[in-house]
């Protein structure tokens, strides 16, 4: 049989099987590009190369995960078309200007935390609506499963995966590389939960179980934004089929169950030592390393300031001058590597892109965003080689459609 005599309907049929067939391919493909990334920790990937010393060729310097990402997503991009709406395109844009901005001189974190992030939501934006939010989906469900570990590691102190630092106390790590990353993972996690199709006791039960993992990872200011996250979407997201007054009345019974409830969990969680890292003040030693550290700038010079100087210099002049271990602060690492004016350059581009990517979200989406940045701002999360803001980018493609967007689809 020739060509010309296949019916068209079964040309059309056999076309739609092999666009769905690559695109599946290509699902599948990125998903498991973007978990290595993401739950493959640094201290796993320093065991076969140098990813996070001072030694080391360069294309060391970059995680696997963030190999695979680079390689797939021209093939996502290219590979077929795909369409954008309106405002699809304006994140696109705001994401491949990092990309393009993202020079191979950067610093190592910059191409390993920000173009990574980029590079993935623009390949995430190649996929249709429904592979993202699959692959939302199981990013969230690995997340609390970092977080379920986590609260087992705490329970039986016993790591699952390896961690080389040495703490003063017990704290777990889960699937991160760090206590507070797992602390992190918790805080973007819940955020984005609402957003999610699933039934209301997942997500209620999700929630709990992210907030226990949060008391867990020993990462104070990580479980203030959990709970912050928590009482801002109970208080203020839309309760669907219930009016104003009827919202308010099941918010007010709600609120006050959570407040006895919460009450005598935090007394267990006291008495079963996981709250032991809240038992004094916040601002202790580790608080006043974050403070201390801007003492830098009196040994540092102008020209330091102004152009950038090497990392391994910074780190020494912290070790030997300011006595600290590391640099606990994003401001600082970034400022002395880049320079002020490139620092301040940069800092604007990340939270103009981060605008556009919220711009029109659901409110969700926003109390996900400020929960995060209060995380990540209260240590060097931020200046540091971390899968977390590409996961947090992820997460927003996936699940934070905007509003207008939403309300047209469920007229439809």
Not at 150 to 162: D, Q, W
Not at 255 to 268: D, I, P, Q
Not at 298 to 304: A, E, H, I, Q, R
Not at 384 to 391: E, G, L, Q, S
Request: glycine share 8%; hydrophobic share 55%.
């Amino acid at each position: 049989m020739s060509e010309s005599t296949i019916p068209a309907g079964r040309q059309w049929a056999d076309t739609a099987r092999t666009e769905n067939a690559v695109s599946l391919a290509l699902f599948l493909s990125l998903a498991t590009a973007l978990l290595l990334r993401f739950f493959v920790s640094s201290e796993i990937v320093n065991r076969v190369f140098d990813y996070t010393t001072d030694t080391g060729p360069f294309y060391e310097k970059l995680h696997p995960g963030t190999y695979a990402v680079f390689l797939l997503a021209p093939v996502v991009l290219l590979s077929r078309p795909f369409f954008l709406n309106a405002w699809e395109v304006g994140r696109f844009r705001s994401l491949l200007y990092l990309v393009l901005t993202g020079k191979p001189g950067s610093s190592g974190f910059i191409i390993d935390t920000y173009v990574l992030a980029s590079v993935a939501g623009l390949a995430m934006l190649a996929l249709n609506e429904g592979y993202r939010r699959a692959l939302g989906n199981i990013t969230l469900g690995m997340l609390t499963l970092s977080g379920v570990i986590g609260i087992f590691e705490a329970i039986t102190k016993h790591r699952l995966l390896p961690y080389d630092l040495v703490e003063l106390s017990f704290r777990p790590t889960g699937l991160s590389d760090h206590p507070l990353t797992l602390g992190a993972m918790c805080v973007v996690a819940i955020g984005f939960v609402p957003l999610t199709r699933w039934r209301v006791w997942v997500k209620v039960t999700m929630i709990f179980v992210l907030l226990i993992a949060a008391v867990a990872s020993g990462a104070r200011f990580s479980l203030l934004a959990s709970i912050g996250e928590a009482l801002l979407m109970l208080l203020f997201l839309r309760w669907p089929g219930l009016n104003r007054s009827q919202a308010r009345r099941a918010k007010a019974i709600v609120l006050v169950f959570v407040t006895v409830v919460g009450s005598a969990l935090a007394a267990l969680l006291f008495a079963a030592g996981l709250l032991s890292r809240f038992g004094s003040t916040l601002f202790d030693e580790n608080f006043m390393a974050r403070v201390s550290i801007y003492e830098i700038f009196n040994y540092v010079s102008l020209n330091d300031i102004l152009f950038g100087m090497r990392g391994d210099i910074l780190l020494g002049l912290v070790n030997g001058e300011l006595g600290l271990p590391a640099i606990e602060s994003a401001p600082v690492t970034v400022v002395l590597l880049l320079g002020l004016p490139l620092a301040i350059a940069f800092s604007g581009l990340i939270v103009w892109i981060v605008y556009k990517l919220l711009k029109g979200s659901p409110l969700a989406a926003w109390i996900a965003a400020a929960g995060f940045m209060a995380a990540a701002l209260s240590n060097n999360m931020l200046s540091t080689k971390t899968p977390m803001v590409a996961i947090f980018v992820v997460l927003l493609i996936a699940f934070a459609i905007p509003t207008s967007r939403r309300v047209a689809d469920d007229l439809r």
